[in-house]
């Protein structure tokens, strides 16, 4: 059964500190998207990639937040600094865009749990 | 833009009895609504999905409901177990590859 991986599983830091989080996307999938979910927020998505080019990160802030695919297999999210107020569960999904109509599954991996001290 | 809006945002069945959450949207080109059920601590799972050309779909004891003129969908869940107990979310495509969640539905089943 495919999964979206995601590391690490949990950080935790003191604010000021580089956070790096880590996705591989399911094999085959064209699509990957960074979500945020926060109990006030619910589900916001930060930014999102198809065949590896950024299409939208409106969601993020730019000052501190960056997303990157290097290549295929590999989605990062960094925050440089973090704040205390960035402490959420940040989930990772891919899918896969046929280019055929609109919308498309998308499986998440198990989140990253941080907390900014 | 598009727009989700789920009902309720908790709902509580005593266990053996039937679940229904709604939701409603905005943009009449949306053609594809996923629904998500999310348990305390882990990640959101797709447990089913539904395009524009079918009014309903079936697996098991869950099913999905469209009704493309009134703009809304539904989640059944029939015959609810205590390990049905999550938070759903119900959503709708944003352009091509994106889609844009509803709130969330917190269903308890009680025993």
């Known amino acids: 059964d495919a999964r979206v991986t995601q590391t690490p599983r949990h950080k935790v830091t003191e604010m000021g500190q580089e956070v790096t989080m880590r996705c591989q996307p399911i094999l085959g999938h064209n699509t990957v998207f960074w979500y945020r979910q926060t109990m006030m927020q619910g589900l916001e998505l930060l930014a999102y990639?198809?065949?590896?080019?950024?299409?939208?990160d409106s969601g993020m802030p730019k000052d501190r937040f960056s997303a990157e695919m290097p290549d295929a297999t590999l989605a990062t999210l960094k925050i440089q600094p973090s704040e205390p107020r960035d402490s959420a569960v940040y989930f990772c999904?891919?899918?896969?865009?046929?280019?055929?109509?609109?919308?498309?599954?998308?499986?998440f991996g198990d989140g990253t749990r941080l907390s900014i001290l | 833009g598009e727009n989700v809006e789920q009902h309720p945002s908790t709902l509580s069945v005593q266990e053996g009895d039937s679940a229904v959450i709604k939701c409603t949207y905005s943009?009449?080109?949306?053609?594809?609504f996923p629904w998500y059920k999310q348990e305390l601590g882990k990640r959101p799972q797709l447990i089913i999905d539904i395009r524009s050309n079918v009014g309903e779909k079936k697996d098991q004891r869950i099913a999905v409901t469209l009704n493309k003129t009134a703009k809304h969908f539904s989640l059944h869940i029939t015959e609810t177990q205590p390990e049905d107990s999550a938070v759903y979310f119900c959503a709708g495509p944003l352009g091509d590859d994106k889609i844009i969640f509803g709130k969330g539905t917190r269903l308890h089943i009680l025993p």
């Open positions: 943009d009449s080109a949306s053609n594809y």
């Open positions: 990639f198809r065949n590896r080019a950024p299409l939208d």
């Open positions: 999904a891919s899918g896969f865009n046929s280019g055929i109509g609109r919308g498309q599954p998308q499986h």
